[in-house]
């Protein structure tokens, strides 16, 4: 079997939506969660914005519902803004809302700079870590059962 490899430096969009297509078609075919992810709805977002009184935006989460799990992807707030209460109740609010959908579970992932332990007082436990990403750091996938 003759076979060439090309290295590329730059990026490529055709070649990831080929790598993204294939990897898709394999994932389908060996689990039914995936496939059943692909129909229209299955993933449901989430999103949580909070606003300031002049109506900007200072904050908020952006998560998807799906599996029985709720996947926080995105979970920011104003410096102005924290150490206030807000992001723990905007949590508890998200934690709520993700259940009423159906999820059982919370995942999320954070780096050791960022609110390891923020989440960790609010149950969230550490099932993944990657030391020194970045260099001198850590990165943790994190997970929560909602009761």
């Not at 078609?25 to 993933?43: F, P």
């Amino acid at each position: 079997m003759d076979y060439q490899v090309e290295i590329l430096q730059e990026k490529h969009d055709d070649f990831t939506n080929f790598l993204n297509t294939k990897i898709r078609d394999y994932n389908n075919e060996h689990s039914l969660y995936h496939q059943e992810s692909r129909q229209k709805g299955s993933i449901r977002p989430l999103n949580l914005i909070v606003t300031d009184n002049e109506q900007q935006w200072i904050g908020g989460i952006t998560a998807e519902v799906y599996w029985g799990w709720v996947e926080i992807n995105k979970f920011w707030f104003s410096k102005d803004y924290r150490g206030k209460g807000i992001g723990g109740q905007l949590l508890d609010t998200a934690e709520k809302t993700a259940k009423e959908m159906g999820a059982t579970r919370a995942l999320l992932t954070t780096y050791e700079f960022q609110a390891r332990t923020f989440y960790e007082q609010r149950g969230y436990q550490v099932v993944g870590e990657i030391k020194d990403y970045p260099p001198g750091s850590s990165y943790y996938t994190m997970v929560k059962l909602l009761d």
